[in-house]
Protein backbone atom coordinates (compact mmCIF):
# COMPACT_ATOMS: atom_id res chain seq x y z
CA UNK A 1 0.00 0.00 0.00
CA UNK A 2 1.37 3.32 -0.92
CA UNK A 3 0.35 6.59 -0.07
CA UNK A 4 1.08 10.54 -1.13
CA UNK A 5 0.81 11.72 2.64
CA UNK A 6 4.66 11.66 2.73
CA UNK A 7 4.53 15.36 0.90
CA UNK A 8 5.74 18.80 2.09
CA UNK A 9 3.03 20.15 3.63
CA UNK A 10 1.07 23.92 3.75
CA UNK A 11 -1.77 25.33 4.44
CA UNK A 12 -4.04 24.44 1.54
CA UNK A 13 -2.29 20.44 1.56
CA UNK A 14 -3.31 20.01 5.00
CA UNK A 15 -7.07 21.29 4.40
CA UNK A 16 -6.67 18.95 1.24
CA UNK A 17 -6.51 16.44 3.62
CA UNK A 18 -8.45 17.70 6.69
CA UNK A 19 -11.40 19.00 4.87
CA UNK A 20 -12.64 15.77 3.39
CA UNK A 21 -12.13 14.05 6.65
CA UNK A 22 -14.78 16.52 8.78
CA UNK A 23 -17.57 16.23 5.71
CA UNK A 24 -16.70 12.73 6.30
CA UNK A 25 -17.52 12.89 10.07
CA UNK A 26 -20.43 15.32 9.17
CA UNK A 27 -21.90 13.12 7.04
CA UNK A 28 -22.20 9.86 9.27
CA UNK A 29 -23.66 11.74 12.09
CA UNK A 30 -26.52 12.55 9.80
CA UNK A 31 -27.23 8.75 9.05
CA UNK A 32 -29.26 8.72 12.65
CA UNK A 33 -30.83 12.35 11.73
CA UNK A 34 -32.34 11.02 8.36
CA UNK A 35 -33.49 7.76 9.93
CA UNK A 36 -35.48 9.78 12.84
CA UNK A 37 -36.65 12.35 10.42
CA UNK A 38 -38.22 9.68 8.22
CA UNK A 39 -39.29 7.35 10.45
CA UNK A 40 -40.93 9.64 12.91
CA UNK A 41 -42.85 11.19 9.87
CA UNK A 42 -43.84 7.86 7.89
CA UNK A 43 -43.85 5.30 10.34
CA UNK A 44 -44.48 7.04 14.04
CA UNK A 45 -43.19 7.84 17.47
CA UNK A 46 -42.65 4.58 18.96
CA UNK A 47 -40.88 3.65 16.49
CA UNK A 48 -38.47 6.48 16.67
CA UNK A 49 -38.22 5.63 20.02
CA UNK A 50 -37.23 2.22 19.52
CA UNK A 51 -34.54 3.49 17.23
CA UNK A 52 -33.58 5.84 19.83
CA UNK A 53 -33.40 3.27 22.55
CA UNK A 54 -31.34 0.60 20.49
CA UNK A 55 -28.84 2.84 18.94
CA UNK A 56 -26.29 2.51 21.53
CA UNK A 57 -25.24 -0.88 19.69
CA UNK A 58 -24.79 0.85 16.79
CA UNK A 59 -22.91 3.74 18.58
CA UNK A 60 -20.68 0.68 20.05
CA UNK A 61 -19.81 -1.07 16.72
CA UNK A 62 -18.99 3.04 15.38
CA UNK A 63 -16.07 2.90 18.33
CA UNK A 64 -14.80 -0.18 17.76
CA UNK A 65 -14.55 0.67 14.32
CA UNK A 66 -12.82 4.12 14.68
CA UNK A 67 -10.40 2.31 17.39
CA UNK A 68 -9.10 -0.11 15.11
CA UNK A 69 -8.75 2.51 12.33
CA UNK A 70 -7.30 5.54 14.12
CA UNK A 71 -4.89 3.47 16.10
CA UNK A 72 -4.32 0.88 12.62
CA UNK A 73 -4.05 4.04 10.96
CA UNK A 74 -1.03 5.59 12.94
CA UNK A 75 0.93 2.11 12.81
CA UNK A 76 0.69 2.01 9.06
CA UNK A 77 1.49 5.49 8.47
CA UNK A 78 4.56 4.87 9.93
CA UNK A 79 5.82 2.29 8.67
CA UNK A 80 5.45 3.33 4.91
CA UNK A 81 6.98 6.41 6.07
CA UNK A 82 9.90 4.48 6.90
CA UNK A 83 10.00 2.76 4.06
CA UNK A 84 8.63 -0.76 5.11
CA UNK A 85 6.64 -1.49 2.73
CA UNK A 86 6.21 -5.24 3.41
CA UNK A 87 5.36 -5.12 7.29
CA UNK A 88 2.54 -2.00 6.34
CA UNK A 89 0.82 -4.41 3.77
CA UNK A 90 1.27 -7.07 6.61
CA UNK A 91 -0.47 -5.08 9.75
CA UNK A 92 -2.82 -3.64 6.88
CA UNK A 93 -4.67 -6.79 5.96
CA UNK A 94 -4.33 -7.96 9.65
CA UNK A 95 -5.79 -4.60 10.74
CA UNK A 96 -8.43 -5.54 8.35
CA UNK A 97 -9.48 -9.37 9.44
CA UNK A 98 -9.81 -7.88 12.88
CA UNK A 99 -11.85 -5.17 12.10
CA UNK A 100 -14.32 -7.79 9.92
CA UNK A 101 -13.94 -10.34 12.63
CA UNK A 102 -14.72 -7.98 15.63
CA UNK A 103 -17.96 -6.95 13.60
CA UNK A 104 -19.28 -11.14 13.12
CA UNK A 105 -18.95 -11.68 17.05
CA UNK A 106 -20.94 -8.12 17.53
CA UNK A 107 -23.47 -9.56 15.00
CA UNK A 108 -23.20 -13.56 16.56
CA UNK A 109 -23.48 -11.97 20.16
CA UNK A 110 -26.20 -9.46 19.23
CA UNK A 111 -28.56 -12.10 17.38
CA UNK A 112 -28.06 -14.11 20.12
CA UNK A 113 -29.15 -12.34 23.15
CA UNK A 114 -31.56 -9.52 21.23
CA UNK A 115 -34.30 -9.69 23.16
CA UNK A 116 -32.59 -9.75 26.37
CA UNK A 117 -30.68 -6.70 24.96
CA UNK A 118 -33.06 -4.44 23.93
CA UNK A 119 -34.81 -4.63 27.28
CA UNK A 120 -31.69 -4.07 28.88
CA UNK A 121 -31.36 -0.59 26.67
CA UNK A 122 -35.20 0.16 28.10
CA UNK A 123 -37.23 -1.55 25.55
CA UNK A 124 -40.72 -1.19 26.87
CA UNK A 125 -43.40 -4.53 25.43
CA UNK A 126 -45.09 -1.59 23.17
CA UNK A 127 -41.70 -0.78 21.27
CA UNK A 128 -39.71 -4.47 21.62
CA UNK A 129 -40.89 -5.60 18.54
CA UNK A 130 -39.89 -2.52 16.65
CA UNK A 131 -36.43 -2.61 18.95
CA UNK A 132 -35.72 -5.88 17.72
CA UNK A 133 -36.76 -5.23 13.79
CA UNK A 134 -34.27 -2.47 13.46
CA UNK A 135 -31.46 -3.52 15.96
CA UNK A 136 -31.38 -6.98 14.23
CA UNK A 137 -31.40 -5.81 10.75
CA UNK A 138 -28.53 -3.39 11.18
CA UNK A 139 -26.58 -6.48 13.05
CA UNK A 140 -26.74 -8.48 9.84
CA UNK A 141 -24.59 -5.41 8.48
CA UNK A 142 -22.13 -5.46 11.61
CA UNK A 143 -19.24 -6.92 9.54
CA UNK A 144 -19.47 -4.57 6.75
CA UNK A 145 -19.98 -1.58 9.15
CA UNK A 146 -17.10 -2.07 10.88
CA UNK A 147 -15.16 -2.63 7.85
CA UNK A 148 -16.99 1.23 6.07
CA UNK A 149 -15.29 2.82 9.58
CA UNK A 150 -12.10 1.07 8.89
CA UNK A 151 -11.72 1.93 5.36
CA UNK A 152 -13.10 5.79 6.04
CA UNK A 153 -9.60 6.68 7.84
CA UNK A 154 -7.87 4.15 5.66
CA UNK A 155 -8.48 6.32 2.38
CA UNK A 156 -6.91 9.34 4.22
CA UNK A 157 -3.97 7.43 5.24
CA UNK A 158 -3.64 6.21 1.50
CA UNK A 159 -3.63 9.30 0.12
CA UNK A 160 -6.89 9.58 -1.13
CA UNK A 161 -9.65 11.48 1.40
CA UNK A 162 -11.52 12.72 -1.41
CA UNK A 163 -12.26 9.60 -2.48
CA UNK A 164 -13.44 8.90 0.88
CA UNK A 165 -15.90 12.50 1.06
CA UNK A 166 -17.41 11.31 -2.59
CA UNK A 167 -18.15 7.83 -0.54
CA UNK A 168 -19.46 8.42 2.12
CA UNK A 169 -21.43 11.26 0.49
CA UNK A 170 -22.58 8.85 -1.83
CA UNK A 171 -23.56 6.40 1.13
CA UNK A 172 -25.57 9.54 2.50
CA UNK A 173 -27.65 10.44 -0.24
CA UNK A 174 -28.63 5.95 -0.99
CA UNK A 175 -29.65 6.16 2.80
CA UNK A 176 -32.12 9.52 2.46
CA UNK A 177 -33.55 7.89 -0.85
CA UNK A 178 -33.69 4.09 0.19
CA UNK A 179 -35.42 5.48 3.51
CA UNK A 180 -38.23 7.40 1.56
CA UNK A 181 -38.99 4.30 -0.69
CA UNK A 182 -38.38 1.68 1.80
CA UNK A 183 -40.79 2.85 4.45
CA UNK A 184 -43.11 5.54 1.92
CA UNK A 185 -44.03 3.75 -1.08
CA UNK A 186 -42.92 -0.11 0.12
CA UNK A 187 -44.14 0.35 3.58
CA UNK A 188 -41.68 -1.70 5.50
CA UNK A 189 -41.61 0.48 8.74
CA UNK A 190 -38.26 0.15 10.81
CA UNK A 191 -37.15 -2.57 8.73
CA UNK A 192 -36.90 -0.28 5.90
CA UNK A 193 -34.99 2.22 7.75
CA UNK A 194 -32.53 -0.62 9.13
CA UNK A 195 -32.06 -1.57 5.31
CA UNK A 196 -31.28 1.60 4.09
CA UNK A 197 -28.58 2.52 6.50
CA UNK A 198 -27.05 -1.01 6.01
CA UNK A 199 -26.88 -0.45 2.23
CA UNK A 200 -25.66 2.76 2.47
CA UNK A 201 -22.64 2.19 4.74
CA UNK A 202 -22.40 -1.44 2.70
CA UNK A 203 -21.05 1.11 -0.40
CA UNK A 204 -17.51 2.44 1.77
CA UNK A 205 -16.95 -1.30 2.63
CA UNK A 206 -17.60 -2.80 -1.05
CA UNK A 207 -15.34 -0.08 -2.08
CA UNK A 208 -13.05 -0.06 -0.07
CA UNK A 209 -12.31 -3.85 -0.50
CA UNK A 210 -12.12 -3.72 -3.84
CA UNK A 211 -9.83 -0.77 -4.18
CA UNK A 212 -7.30 -2.26 -0.99
CA UNK A 213 -7.50 -5.56 -2.27
CA UNK A 214 -9.21 -6.90 -5.56
CA UNK A 215 -7.85 -3.64 -7.77
CA UNK A 216 -4.35 -4.25 -7.30
CA UNK A 217 -4.69 -7.23 -9.66
CA UNK A 218 -4.92 -5.11 -12.24
CA UNK A 219 -1.42 -3.46 -12.11
CA UNK A 220 -0.46 -6.86 -12.42
CA UNK A 221 -2.08 -6.86 -15.47
CA UNK A 222 -0.49 -3.57 -16.62
CA UNK A 223 2.44 -5.11 -15.65
CA UNK A 224 2.15 -7.99 -17.36
CA UNK A 225 1.31 -6.53 -20.91
CA UNK A 226 4.13 -4.32 -20.37
CA UNK A 227 6.26 -7.45 -19.86
CA UNK A 228 7.73 -5.99 -16.33
CA UNK A 229 9.41 -3.18 -17.80
CA UNK A 230 10.15 -1.56 -14.26
CA UNK A 231 12.80 -4.54 -14.30
CA UNK A 232 14.19 -2.84 -17.46
CA UNK A 233 13.45 0.70 -15.52
CA UNK A 234 15.35 -0.29 -12.44
CA UNK A 235 18.46 -0.82 -14.63
CA UNK A 236 18.60 2.64 -15.64
CA UNK A 237 19.26 4.16 -11.72
CA UNK A 238 22.31 5.87 -11.68
CA UNK A 239 22.79 8.41 -8.97
CA UNK A 240 26.33 7.38 -8.41
CA UNK A 241 25.89 3.59 -7.76
CA UNK A 242 29.31 1.30 -8.69
CA UNK A 243 27.08 -1.54 -9.61
CA UNK A 244 24.16 -1.37 -11.51
CA UNK A 245 21.14 -1.77 -9.90
CA UNK A 246 18.71 -5.01 -10.53
CA UNK A 247 14.97 -6.21 -9.25
CA UNK A 248 13.71 -9.12 -8.72
CA UNK A 249 9.70 -10.02 -8.06
CA UNK A 250 8.21 -12.68 -7.04
CA UNK A 251 4.01 -12.47 -7.66
CA UNK A 252 1.48 -15.39 -6.12
CA UNK A 253 -2.09 -15.00 -7.81
CA UNK A 254 -5.07 -16.66 -9.26
CA UNK A 255 -5.17 -18.92 -5.71
CA UNK A 256 -8.58 -19.30 -3.50
CA UNK A 257 -7.09 -17.87 -0.33
CA UNK A 258 -4.80 -15.22 0.48
CA UNK A 259 -2.52 -17.62 2.32
CA UNK A 260 -1.89 -19.31 -1.00
CA UNK A 261 -0.83 -16.24 -2.96
CA UNK A 262 1.45 -15.79 -0.30
CA UNK A 263 3.24 -19.18 -0.15
CA UNK A 264 3.36 -19.05 -3.80
CA UNK A 265 4.59 -15.49 -3.90
CA UNK A 266 7.46 -16.56 -1.75
CA UNK A 267 8.16 -19.78 -3.89
CA UNK A 268 8.32 -16.72 -6.82
CA UNK A 269 10.93 -14.64 -5.10
CA UNK A 270 12.70 -17.89 -4.47
CA UNK A 271 12.74 -19.42 -7.97
CA UNK A 272 13.79 -15.49 -9.11
CA UNK A 273 16.55 -15.06 -7.23
CA UNK A 274 17.97 -18.67 -7.42
CA UNK A 275 17.95 -17.99 -11.24
CA UNK A 276 20.41 -15.43 -11.05
CA UNK A 277 17.45 -12.19 -10.07
CA UNK A 278 16.96 -8.97 -12.58
CA UNK A 279 13.20 -10.91 -13.13
CA UNK A 280 10.13 -11.39 -12.34
CA UNK A 281 8.63 -14.90 -11.57
CA UNK A 282 4.54 -15.39 -11.51
CA UNK A 283 3.42 -18.31 -10.02
CA UNK A 284 0.07 -18.84 -10.18
CA UNK A 285 -2.44 -22.16 -10.07
CA UNK A 286 -1.55 -22.99 -13.80
CA UNK A 287 2.51 -22.43 -13.90
CA UNK A 288 5.26 -20.59 -13.40
CA UNK A 289 5.94 -17.31 -15.79
CA UNK A 290 9.28 -15.63 -16.00
CA UNK A 291 9.69 -11.82 -17.23
CA UNK A 292 13.45 -10.31 -17.41
CA UNK A 293 16.71 -12.15 -16.69
CA UNK A 294 18.47 -10.91 -19.15
CA UNK A 295 21.63 -9.46 -17.64
CA UNK A 296 23.84 -12.01 -15.81
CA UNK A 297 24.23 -11.99 -12.18
CA UNK A 298 27.19 -9.97 -10.90
CA UNK A 299 29.70 -12.35 -9.31
CA UNK A 300 30.32 -11.90 -5.48
CA UNK A 301 33.64 -12.07 -4.24
CA UNK A 302 33.11 -13.29 -0.78
CA UNK A 303 33.26 -17.20 -0.10
CA UNK A 304 30.69 -17.13 2.98
CA UNK A 305 28.16 -18.72 1.34
CA UNK A 306 30.60 -21.67 -0.03
CA UNK A 307 31.62 -22.11 3.77
CA UNK A 308 28.29 -22.28 5.32
CA UNK A 309 27.35 -25.06 2.54
CA UNK A 310 30.07 -26.84 3.23
CA UNK A 311 30.02 -26.83 6.59
CA UNK A 312 26.24 -27.98 6.14
CA UNK A 313 27.44 -30.41 3.71
CA UNK A 314 30.30 -32.22 5.96
CA UNK A 315 27.04 -32.50 9.02
CA UNK A 316 24.98 -34.44 6.27
CA UNK A 317 27.47 -36.83 5.23
CA UNK A 318 29.08 -37.26 8.77
CA UNK A 319 25.77 -38.24 10.15
CA UNK A 320 25.14 -41.10 7.18
CA UNK A 321 27.30 -44.14 5.88
CA UNK A 322 27.31 -43.90 2.36
CA UNK A 323 27.41 -40.70 -0.06
CA UNK A 324 26.17 -41.69 -3.68
CA UNK A 325 27.12 -38.74 -6.40
CA UNK A 326 25.24 -38.62 -9.80
CA UNK A 327 24.73 -35.78 -12.72
CA UNK A 328 23.30 -35.33 -15.38
CA UNK A 329 22.60 -37.91 -18.35
CA UNK A 330 25.16 -37.38 -21.23
CA UNK A 331 27.90 -36.70 -18.53
CA UNK A 332 30.50 -33.53 -19.76
CA UNK A 333 33.86 -32.97 -17.87
CA UNK A 334 32.01 -30.64 -15.83
CA UNK A 335 29.87 -33.07 -14.25
CA UNK A 336 32.51 -35.33 -14.19
CA UNK A 337 34.76 -33.21 -12.06
CA UNK A 338 32.29 -32.38 -9.84
CA UNK A 339 31.41 -35.60 -8.60
CA UNK A 340 34.88 -36.79 -8.17
CA UNK A 341 35.51 -33.61 -6.19
CA UNK A 342 32.05 -34.65 -4.02
CA UNK A 343 33.64 -38.26 -3.94
CA UNK A 344 36.74 -36.96 -2.27
CA UNK A 345 34.84 -35.09 0.65
CA UNK A 346 33.30 -38.26 1.58
CA UNK A 347 36.42 -39.89 1.50
CA UNK A 348 38.01 -37.65 3.23
CA UNK A 349 35.35 -38.19 6.04
CA UNK A 350 36.13 -41.91 5.85
CA UNK A 351 32.63 -42.28 4.24
CA UNK A 352 31.78 -45.10 1.43
CA UNK A 353 31.48 -43.52 -1.56
CA UNK A 354 30.09 -44.05 -5.49
CA UNK A 355 29.58 -42.12 -8.53
CA UNK A 356 26.82 -43.13 -11.04
CA UNK A 357 28.42 -42.83 -14.30
CA UNK A 358 25.94 -44.85 -17.14
CA UNK A 359 27.59 -43.66 -20.56
CA UNK A 360 31.12 -42.68 -21.13
CA UNK A 361 31.39 -39.57 -23.60
CA UNK A 362 34.52 -39.27 -25.82
CA UNK A 363 35.18 -36.04 -23.72
CA UNK A 364 35.02 -37.99 -20.42
CA UNK A 365 36.80 -41.34 -21.80
CA UNK A 366 40.60 -40.17 -20.86
CA UNK A 367 39.95 -39.01 -17.15
CA UNK A 368 37.22 -41.88 -16.26
CA UNK A 369 40.53 -44.07 -17.52
CA UNK A 370 42.85 -42.54 -15.39
CA UNK A 371 40.83 -43.42 -12.25
CA UNK A 372 40.39 -46.92 -14.27
CA UNK A 373 43.84 -47.53 -14.08
CA UNK A 374 44.86 -45.84 -10.81
CA UNK A 375 45.68 -48.16 -8.35
CA UNK A 376 44.31 -45.66 -5.24
CA UNK A 377 40.41 -46.18 -6.26
CA UNK A 378 38.26 -49.55 -5.64
CA UNK A 379 37.02 -51.45 -8.41
CA UNK A 380 32.97 -50.01 -7.97
CA UNK A 381 34.21 -46.34 -7.73
CA UNK A 382 31.78 -45.84 -10.68
CA UNK A 383 28.53 -47.33 -10.51
CA UNK A 384 25.61 -47.91 -13.27
CA UNK A 385 22.37 -46.48 -12.39
CA UNK A 386 20.85 -50.44 -12.27
CA UNK A 387 23.32 -51.15 -9.61
CA UNK A 388 21.60 -48.35 -7.06
CA UNK A 389 19.13 -50.90 -5.83
CA UNK A 390 21.32 -53.12 -4.63
CA UNK A 391 23.64 -50.88 -2.55
CA UNK A 392 21.51 -47.61 -1.06
CA UNK A 393 20.40 -47.68 2.20
CA UNK A 394 18.45 -45.50 4.59
CA UNK A 395 21.66 -44.10 5.95
CA UNK A 396 22.68 -42.76 2.31
CA UNK A 397 23.07 -39.22 1.15
CA UNK A 398 22.33 -38.42 -2.74
CA UNK A 399 24.68 -35.80 -3.82
CA UNK A 400 23.29 -34.10 -7.13
CA UNK A 401 25.92 -32.00 -9.32
CA UNK A 402 25.80 -30.18 -12.48
CA UNK A 403 21.85 -30.21 -12.66
CA UNK A 404 19.08 -29.37 -10.64
CA UNK A 405 16.22 -31.14 -12.98
CA UNK A 406 15.22 -34.86 -12.06
CA UNK A 407 14.55 -36.06 -15.29
CA UNK A 408 18.12 -34.86 -16.02
CA UNK A 409 19.83 -36.79 -13.42
CA UNK A 410 22.09 -40.42 -13.90
CA UNK A 411 19.64 -42.17 -12.08
CA UNK A 412 16.00 -40.26 -11.30
CA UNK A 413 14.84 -43.21 -9.04
CA UNK A 414 17.73 -42.76 -7.06
CA UNK A 415 15.66 -39.40 -5.92
CA UNK A 416 13.15 -41.39 -5.00
CA UNK A 417 15.22 -44.00 -2.51
CA UNK A 418 16.55 -41.63 -0.14
CA UNK A 419 14.98 -38.47 1.61
CA UNK A 420 18.84 -37.07 1.90
CA UNK A 421 19.19 -35.06 -1.13
CA UNK A 422 21.98 -32.64 -2.03
CA UNK A 423 22.23 -30.13 -4.67
CA UNK A 424 25.31 -28.56 -6.33
CA UNK A 425 24.73 -26.47 -9.39
CA UNK A 426 25.78 -23.65 -11.17
CA UNK A 427 22.57 -23.45 -13.84
CA UNK A 428 19.47 -21.25 -13.18
CA UNK A 429 16.93 -22.79 -11.61
CA UNK A 430 13.10 -23.84 -13.58
CA UNK A 431 9.86 -24.62 -11.90
CA UNK A 432 10.79 -28.30 -12.74
CA UNK A 433 13.64 -28.95 -10.14
CA UNK A 434 14.34 -31.08 -7.47
CA UNK A 435 12.05 -31.15 -4.68
CA UNK A 436 12.64 -31.95 -0.76
CA UNK A 437 16.71 -31.30 -0.57
CA UNK A 438 18.23 -31.08 2.48
CA UNK A 439 21.01 -28.77 0.75
CA UNK A 440 20.50 -26.96 -2.05
CA UNK A 441 23.45 -24.86 -3.37
CA UNK A 442 23.02 -23.49 -6.08
CA UNK A 443 24.96 -19.90 -8.06
CA UNK A 444 24.25 -19.12 -11.68
CA UNK A 445 27.21 -16.88 -11.38
CA UNK A 446 29.60 -19.72 -11.29
CA UNK A 447 31.37 -20.54 -13.83
CA UNK A 448 30.82 -24.26 -12.97
CA UNK A 449 29.74 -26.79 -10.83
CA UNK A 450 33.45 -27.62 -10.38
CA UNK A 451 34.54 -23.78 -9.55
CA UNK A 452 31.52 -24.48 -6.63
CA UNK A 453 32.83 -28.12 -5.41
CA UNK A 454 36.65 -26.84 -5.48
CA UNK A 455 35.74 -24.11 -3.49
CA UNK A 456 33.63 -26.51 -0.91
CA UNK A 457 36.52 -28.67 -0.32
CA UNK A 458 38.62 -25.88 1.01
CA UNK A 459 36.06 -25.58 3.79
CA UNK A 460 35.08 -28.90 4.03
CA UNK A 461 37.59 -30.37 6.36
CA UNK A 462 41.38 -28.90 7.30
CA UNK A 463 43.42 -31.80 5.83
CA UNK A 464 41.70 -32.80 2.48
CA UNK A 465 44.27 -34.44 0.25
CA UNK A 466 43.19 -34.07 -3.57
CA UNK A 467 44.96 -36.08 -6.12
CA UNK A 468 46.57 -35.39 -8.87
CA UNK A 469 43.55 -37.34 -11.51
CA UNK A 470 41.03 -35.73 -9.14
CA UNK A 471 42.46 -31.91 -9.73
CA UNK A 472 42.99 -32.84 -13.44
CA UNK A 473 39.25 -33.92 -13.53
CA UNK A 474 37.78 -30.59 -11.97
CA UNK A 475 40.43 -28.18 -13.09
CA UNK A 476 39.11 -29.42 -16.62
CA UNK A 477 35.55 -28.78 -15.86
CA UNK A 478 36.82 -25.59 -15.31
CA UNK A 479 38.68 -25.32 -18.39
CA UNK A 480 35.26 -26.52 -20.18
CA UNK A 481 32.74 -24.66 -18.98
CA UNK A 482 34.64 -21.31 -19.44
CA UNK A 483 36.00 -21.79 -22.92
CA UNK A 484 39.46 -21.90 -22.10
CA UNK A 485 38.59 -19.13 -19.04
CA UNK A 486 37.45 -16.78 -21.69
CA UNK A 487 33.60 -17.43 -20.99
CA UNK A 488 32.03 -16.50 -17.29
CA UNK A 489 34.95 -16.30 -15.40
CA UNK A 490 35.22 -14.10 -12.27
CA UNK A 491 38.01 -13.77 -9.87
CA UNK A 492 37.17 -16.79 -7.81
CA UNK A 493 36.93 -18.99 -11.04
CA UNK A 494 40.75 -17.93 -11.57
CA UNK A 495 41.22 -18.64 -7.67
CA UNK A 496 40.10 -22.07 -8.17
CA UNK A 497 41.97 -23.09 -10.47
CA UNK A 498 44.74 -21.99 -8.55
CA UNK A 499 43.95 -24.08 -5.79
CA UNK A 500 43.65 -26.73 -8.26
CA UNK A 501 46.68 -26.35 -9.65
CA UNK A 502 48.15 -26.13 -5.82
CA UNK A 503 46.95 -29.88 -5.55
CA UNK A 504 48.69 -31.25 -8.63
CA UNK A 505 46.10 -30.29 -11.85
CA UNK A 506 48.37 -30.40 -15.07
CA UNK A 507 47.60 -28.03 -17.52
CA UNK A 508 49.77 -29.48 -20.16
CA UNK A 509 47.91 -32.70 -19.47
CA UNK A 510 44.19 -31.02 -19.66
CA UNK A 511 45.02 -29.78 -23.07
CA UNK A 512 45.93 -32.57 -24.18
CA UNK A 513 43.43 -34.10 -23.65
CA UNK A 514 41.45 -32.35 -25.21
CA UNK A 515 42.63 -31.87 -28.37
CA UNK A 516 40.26 -32.99 -31.38
CA UNK A 517 41.14 -36.08 -33.84
CA UNK A 518 40.91 -35.57 -37.54
CA UNK A 519 37.43 -36.78 -37.24
CA UNK A 520 36.30 -34.79 -34.47
CA UNK A 521 37.61 -31.62 -36.32
CA UNK A 522 36.20 -32.79 -39.84
CA UNK A 523 32.81 -33.12 -38.11
CA UNK A 524 33.00 -30.21 -36.33
CA UNK A 525 33.69 -27.95 -39.44
CA UNK A 526 30.71 -29.78 -41.43
CA UNK A 527 28.60 -28.29 -38.82
CA UNK A 528 30.40 -24.93 -39.10
CA UNK A 529 30.05 -25.18 -43.01
CA UNK A 530 26.35 -26.11 -42.59
CA UNK A 531 24.92 -23.24 -40.94
CA UNK A 532 22.57 -20.40 -41.99
CA UNK A 533 22.31 -16.90 -40.59
CA UNK A 534 18.49 -16.53 -39.56
CA UNK A 535 17.03 -12.62 -38.95
CA UNK A 536 20.82 -11.69 -39.60
CA UNK A 537 22.24 -12.37 -36.48
CA UNK A 538 21.46 -15.82 -34.91
CA UNK A 539 23.91 -19.20 -36.69
CA UNK A 540 21.46 -22.23 -36.89
CA UNK A 541 23.31 -25.13 -37.78
CA UNK A 542 22.36 -29.52 -37.48
CA UNK A 543 24.45 -32.34 -37.42
CA UNK A 544 23.07 -35.91 -38.13
CA UNK A 545 25.98 -37.75 -38.55
CA UNK A 546 25.47 -40.62 -35.47
CA UNK A 547 28.38 -42.07 -36.37
CA UNK A 548 31.13 -40.21 -34.36
CA UNK A 549 31.56 -40.51 -31.11
CA UNK A 550 29.58 -37.88 -29.02
CA UNK A 551 28.15 -35.84 -31.29
CA UNK A 552 26.58 -33.72 -28.55
CA UNK A 553 29.89 -32.78 -27.54
CA UNK A 554 31.26 -31.52 -31.07
CA UNK A 555 27.92 -29.92 -31.45
CA UNK A 556 28.61 -27.53 -28.13
CA UNK A 557 32.29 -26.69 -29.87
CA UNK A 558 30.89 -26.21 -32.99
CA UNK A 559 27.90 -23.93 -31.48
CA UNK A 560 31.45 -22.10 -29.71
CA UNK A 561 32.90 -21.84 -33.13
CA UNK A 562 30.19 -19.95 -34.77
CA UNK A 563 29.96 -16.98 -32.66
CA UNK A 564 33.46 -16.03 -33.84
CA UNK A 565 31.61 -14.85 -37.15
CA UNK A 566 31.90 -11.21 -37.15
CA UNK A 567 27.17 -10.13 -36.35
CA UNK A 568 26.54 -13.28 -35.07
CA UNK A 569 24.76 -12.69 -31.65
CA UNK A 570 24.28 -16.13 -31.16
CA UNK A 571 24.63 -19.71 -32.24
CA UNK A 572 22.50 -23.28 -32.45
CA UNK A 573 23.50 -26.15 -33.06
CA UNK A 574 20.95 -29.14 -33.42
CA UNK A 575 22.71 -32.64 -32.66
CA UNK A 576 20.33 -35.60 -33.24
CA UNK A 577 21.82 -38.09 -30.97
CA UNK A 578 19.97 -41.37 -29.25
CA UNK A 579 16.32 -41.51 -30.42
CA UNK A 580 16.62 -37.48 -29.72
CA UNK A 581 17.70 -33.34 -31.14
CA UNK A 582 19.94 -31.76 -29.04
CA UNK A 583 19.94 -27.74 -28.81
CA UNK A 584 22.93 -26.58 -28.25
CA UNK A 585 23.21 -22.52 -27.52
CA UNK A 586 25.86 -20.33 -26.89
CA UNK A 587 25.69 -16.76 -26.79
CA UNK A 588 28.44 -13.87 -26.14
CA UNK A 589 26.50 -10.81 -24.41
CA UNK A 590 23.87 -9.53 -26.36
CA UNK A 591 21.35 -12.27 -26.57
CA UNK A 592 20.22 -14.59 -23.42
CA UNK A 593 20.29 -17.75 -24.66
CA UNK A 594 19.12 -19.32 -21.23
CA UNK A 595 15.45 -17.60 -21.79
CA UNK A 596 15.14 -18.98 -25.76
CA UNK A 597 15.67 -22.33 -24.67
CA UNK A 598 13.20 -22.41 -21.40
CA UNK A 599 10.69 -21.67 -24.52
CA UNK A 600 11.53 -24.64 -25.65
CA UNK A 601 11.59 -26.82 -22.50
CA UNK A 602 15.55 -26.55 -22.00
CA UNK A 603 17.80 -24.08 -19.97
CA UNK A 604 20.43 -23.03 -18.72
CA UNK A 605 22.59 -19.85 -18.64
CA UNK A 606 22.85 -16.75 -20.09
CA UNK A 607 25.88 -17.27 -23.02
CA UNK A 608 25.15 -21.13 -22.33
CA UNK A 609 22.36 -22.82 -22.83
CA UNK A 610 20.49 -26.59 -23.88
CA UNK A 611 17.55 -28.16 -24.89
CA UNK A 612 16.12 -31.10 -26.14
CA UNK A 613 13.17 -32.39 -28.94
CA UNK A 614 11.83 -35.75 -27.99
CA UNK A 615 12.15 -36.56 -31.65
CA UNK A 616 14.06 -37.08 -34.65
CA UNK A 617 12.67 -34.70 -37.33
CA UNK A 618 15.44 -32.11 -38.21
CA UNK A 619 13.68 -29.90 -39.87
CA UNK A 620 10.53 -29.54 -37.43
CA UNK A 621 12.84 -29.01 -34.52
CA UNK A 622 14.26 -26.57 -36.35
CA UNK A 623 11.44 -24.99 -37.65
CA UNK A 624 10.47 -24.48 -34.09
CA UNK A 625 13.25 -23.08 -33.05
CA UNK A 626 12.95 -20.47 -35.58
CA UNK A 627 9.26 -19.71 -34.56
CA UNK A 628 10.21 -19.29 -31.30
CA UNK A 629 13.41 -16.65 -31.89
CA UNK A 630 10.99 -14.79 -34.28
CA UNK A 631 7.93 -14.84 -31.47
CA UNK A 632 10.69 -12.98 -28.95
CA UNK A 633 11.95 -11.02 -31.19
CA UNK A 634 8.71 -9.09 -32.14
CA UNK A 635 7.64 -9.63 -28.35
CA UNK A 636 10.90 -7.73 -26.75
CA UNK A 637 11.66 -10.58 -25.10
CA UNK A 638 15.51 -10.80 -27.11
Do not use: W
Request: hydrophobic share 45%; aromatic share 10%.
Amino acid sequence: MTNSIAQKFNVFSLLKFAFPTMVMMVFMSLYTIVDGIFVSRLVGSNALSAVNIVYPVINLMFACGIMLSTGGSAIVARQIGEKKESEARENFSLIALVSFLVGVVILAVGILFLEPLCNVLGATPLILSDCKRYLGVLLLFGPLTMMQMFFQVFFVTAGKPTLGLVLTITGGVTNVILDYLFMGPMGMGVIGAALATGIGQTIMAVVGIVYFFVIKKSYYKEMEKNKFAVLDEAKSVNIGNTMPATLSIGIGIATDTYAQSYNYARVAIDLALARGGDQAVVKSNSGITYFGGKREQTSKNTRVKARVKAEALREFITAKDQVIVMGHKIADVDSFGAAVGIYRAALTMEKKAYIVLNDITSSVRPLYQSFCESPLYPDDMFIRSEDVDEIINDSTVAVVVDTNKPEMTECPDLLKMTKTIVVFDHHRQSSNMIENTVLSYIEPYASSSCEMVSEVLQYITDDVRITNVEANSMYAGIVIDTNNFMNRTGVRTFEAAAFLRRCGADITYVRKIFRDNMESYRAKAEIVSSAEVFCDEYAIARYENAEIDSPTIIGAQAANELLNIDGIKASFVLTKYNGKIYVSARAIDEVNVQIIMERVGGGGHMNTAGAQFQHTNMEEAIETLKETIYTMKEEGDI
